[in-house]
């Protein structure tokens, strides 16, 4: 079982990342995406924050295929970013990941006003990925489902993200700024005691374009 929370994390990963490659690829699909935070849900240190659709279609992609491989954890995975988003016509919606394709892609024409937009992420949201190749780590902590939680958070470095680009100097292979910054974080910790035990980091644009 722990082998397989840790492919399945590892899984949903990947199509996050490629959820965030696809978003960004774009620039017109980009600009549709970006919404300003509310007062009360800013990072206090900084004077603008942003949120981005693609942000919160990670975070629900993540929680709805975990939850659906692992039943166990449904109500115990959890983001840093609200699914709540005001329309253009005053309707909140609660972004979600539908049964279906056609379902999610409606709850985006809602939000975007865009359905080629609306059609193109939910396409993205209920493709299949597949399950990593490469060998595992052997030494996974026991991780009993009944007490595991998972938290995400869906596009680390939004700021990075929404501006892109990257430094022309990193440092001793490090960059501190652009686009390879970007990473999408899961982990999972133990709800008794609050303790983190793994933890997958996806860095979706290691491998940098000058065309994103």
Known sequence: ??????????????????????????????????????????????LHDFKTLADVLVQEVVKHDLGNEFPELVGHIYGEESNEFSCADGEVVNLKVGIDEVETSHLLLKILGNECAAESLA??????????????????????????????????????????????????????????????LIGAFCRSSGQPVLGVVNQPFHKFSDKR
Request: charged share 25%; proline share 8%.
């Open 1 to 46: 079982m722990e082998s397989n929370i840790l492919r399945a994390i590892i899984k949903v990963s990947e199509k996050a990342a490629k959820i965030a490659r696809s978003v960004r690829s774009q620039d017109h699909l980009l600009s549709l995406l970006v919404r300003e935070k509310k007062d009360d849900e800013k990072n206090p240190r900084f």
């Open 123 to 184: 396409s993205l949201v209920h493709s299949p990925v597949h399950s990593p190749s490469s060998d595992l780590p052997t030494n996974v902590p026991h991780l009993p489902l009944d007490d595991l939680g998972i938290w995400i958070d869906p596009i680390d470095s939004t700021a990075e993200y929404i501006t892109g680009g990257q430094e022309k100097s990193p440092v001793n292979g490090v960059f501190s700024s652009g686009l390879p910054c970007v990473t999408v």
